[in-house]
């Protein structure tokens, strides 16, 4: 078969996409450094998961572009692959040190973190063994803390040893410190408060210590929109920059735009008869005479199953109910007697004339929060890249 009918790159002939607004990216990420800068931080842009679900290298470059510091993911490999795509500056890996990675680090020059002895001692080895006594470039450590998240980090009153291995390994430059705060997102500010007076103290020792790291960060979304940076000098952002507020408690404390809308075309319309069941299970009874509409949406695609029964979607501007089981592929909706028809636009997140399906929606019905909504969204879903629409 002649390649001409592969689909290209950039291409797909499944209707089903998923659009980010890299302007209202840009702009999350104005608000966000300004609100940074205004309480003496710098701002690393958090684009792990990638870019939880709106592209890690689209986004890294819009944040980096609007002052971002430098850029934050999970693993080496996320790293490697931002590298690839061009990303420069800063890109910090903040998932536990995995042994035997060191190389990556060094080719890909990506920030380190070091959460425990064991990762430290695993560092000096592979550091000294393909780098030597004098290297002729380090790789960047930042000292993770654990201040009461109780999942990655060192107890406060280890961190100044911790600093001093890295310290003192030719081939390693200690470059930050930092914690993570488990409910910088609740109303009840005080195990924040508690953590960050924790992770101050561990400074305090670090510093009579002889330890000035140049990045100490701790704050995520939430905590840079509703707390005091005590002696930190840098955030790390990441739900807020996609227009997510981290908690429906915070909402509105930023002018922030949703960057992602999820969208479909209809595919075929057929009338059913009343008593007509819909989908596995024939989970749903039709009460009346109606339009099936059929979505080549489902399950694979992050259209959860869970939504069956409590999802709708926009069509023509009007909001219709998904009926019976939500598929691996496809989803059913029912449009009444009004003229939809095949290629119509549905939108299963975004907005669409005055309605809007919300990630925070999806998050209620499915007892969960916006994060795993978007970052739900399957790689088999291409992305389209607008610049304000």
């Not at 980096?64 to 490697?80: D, P, S, W, Y």
């Not at 961190?159 to 910088?184: C, F, I």
């Not at 992770?199 to 330890?211: H, I, K, P, T, Y």
């Not at 916006?370 to 879903?381: A, K, L, P, T, W």
Request: a neutral charge; hydrophobic letters at 45%.
């Amino acid at each position: 078969m002649s390649a001409a009918f592969e689909p290209q790159d950039g291409q797909t002939w499944r209707p089903t996409w998923a659009e980010i607004d890299l302007e209202a990216v840009r702009q999350n990420a104005r608000t966000l450094v300004r609100l940074a800068r205004a309480k003496g931080m710098d701002l690393i842009a958090v684009v792990k998961a990638d870019g939880y679900g709106h592209g890690a290298a689209e986004c890294s470059r819009a944040a980096l572009e609007e002052g971002a510091k430098g850029v934050a993911v999970a693993t080496a490999e996320e790293g490697a692959r931002l590298r690839r795509a061009g990303i420069r500056g800063q890109v910090l890996v903040m998932g536990a040190y995995v042994p035997g990675t060191f190389a990556a680090f060094v080719e890909h020059e990506l920030d380190v973190t070091v959460t425990s002895a064991e990762q430290a001692e695993a560092l000096a080895s592979e550091s000294r063994a393909l780098l030597g006594s004098v290297p002729a470039r380090q790789v960047a450590a930042h000292v993770k803390i654990d201040t009461g998240m109780c999942r990655l980090g060192v107890a406060p009153e280890e961190a100044s040893a911790l600093a001093g291995v890295v310290a003192g390994e030719p081939g390693l430059r200690l470059k930050g410190v930092y914690t993570h705060l488990a409910t910088a997102d609740e109303e009840d500010p005080a195990f924040t408060t508690r953590q960050l007076k924790q992770f101050d103290g561990a400074l305090s020792v670090l510093r009579e210590n002889g330890f000035e790291p140049e990045q100490v960060h701790a704050l995520n979304s939430a905590g840079l929109l509703q707390h005091d940076p005590g002696r930190t000098n840098a955030c790390r952002v990441g739900i807020a920059l996609y227009g997510l507020a981290p908690s429906r408690f915070l909402a509105g404390r930023a002018p922030l735009v949703p960057a992602l809308a999820f969208k479909t075309r209809v595919v075929a319309v057929k009338r059913v008869s009343e008593g007509a069941t819909v989908s596995y299970g024939r989970m749903y009874r039709v009460e009346r005479p109606t339009q099936l509409a059929a979505l080549p949406v489902g399950y694979a695609d992050g259209f959860s199953r869970r939504l069956t029964g409590r999802a709708f979607v926009l069509i023509r501007g009007k909001r219709y109910p998904v009926v019976g089981a939500i598929c691996m592929d496809q989803a059913i909706v029912d449009v009444g007697d009004d003229p939809v028809a095949p290629g119509d636009v549905a939108v299963l997140l975004g907005r669409m004339g005055d309605e809007r399906i919300t990630a925070d929606d999806w998050a209620q019905a499915l007892g969960t929060i916006n994060y795993e909504v978007v970052c739900g969204i399957s790689s088999r879903v291409p992305r389209v890249y607008l610049n304000g629409g």
